[in-house]
């Protein structure tokens, strides 16, 4: 799914924004109307995954800022 799915459009996606020097949702929008929808999926899905790395980042710091403070044995 990921190998014949999301790769080509991903791929199409940058490729036309870059062409088109614009963002994903005004990109699905010239270039299908009816298919507009794929750019907002795909800000919502940018947008879910940025919430999942600000979780880790901030386990690291606080893991971090723990083990230096506890002192190392």
């Known amino acids: 799914m990921l190998l014949f799915g999301a790769l080509p459009l991903f791929f199409l ?3 036309l924004g870059q062409f088109a020097k614009s963002g994903p949702i005004s990109v ?6 009816s298919m507009k929808g794929v750019g907002y999926c795909a800000v919502l899905m940018a947008w879910y995954v940025s ?3 600000n979780n880790i980042i901030g ?3 606080y893991y971090i800022i723990t083990t230096i403070s506890a002192g190392m044995p």
């Open 59 to 61: 386990w690291t710091i």
């Open 13 to 15: 996606e940058l490729s």
């Open 51 to 53: 919430f999942y790395y």
């Open 28 to 33: 699905w929008n010239r270039m299908c109307p």
